[in-house]
Nanobody
Framework: QVQLVESGGGLVQAGGSLRLSCAAS????????MAWFRQAPGTERKFVAS????????YYADSVRGRFTISRDNAKNTVYLQMNSLKPEDTAVYYC?????????????????????WGQGTQVTVSP
């Protein structure tokens, strides 16, 4: 079955960096667009970043653009999220997600319901 396993979360001070990884199995990784979402307590899950199948096309939420970088290694079936200049408001559980993009699109929609497969999440906590 399909598994997405996130790692790399933790506690970091504001201004610091973390690199999240998401290892995929049970699917043909190179045929899936990948994304990261996050969810803080009491809020809905929100889009953070996404990447097309080849890794060329990337998209970011306004709140993280310029600070976060999404990338993928299709040989390793892994997607990454490099997070720099972290802020306390970045504190959340971070989830990776996978979807087959619609024809002609690098990723397609970036709503949570657009993505079929999800990981269990990894906690990121940024202290002031």
């Amino acid at each position: 079955q399909v598994q997405l396993v996130e790692s790399g979360g933790g506690l970091v001070q504001a201004g610091g960096s973390l690199r999240l990884s998401c290892a995929a199995s049970g699917l043909t990784f190179s045929t899936y667009a990948m994304a990261w979402f996050r969810q803080a307590p009491g809020t809905e899950r929100k889009f953070v970043a996404s990447i097309g199948r080849s890794g060329i096309n990337t998209y970011y939420a306004d709140s993280v653009r310029g600070r976060f970088t999404i990338s993928r290694d299709n040989a390793k079936n892994t997607v990454y999220l490099q997070m720099n200049s972290l802020k306390p408001e970045d504190t959340a559980v971070y989830y990776c997600a996978a979807r087959v993009p619609p024809p002609g699109a690098a990723v397609g929609g970036t709503a949570a319901y657009d993505f079929r497969y999800w990981g269990q999440g990894t906690q990121v906590t940024v202290s002031p």
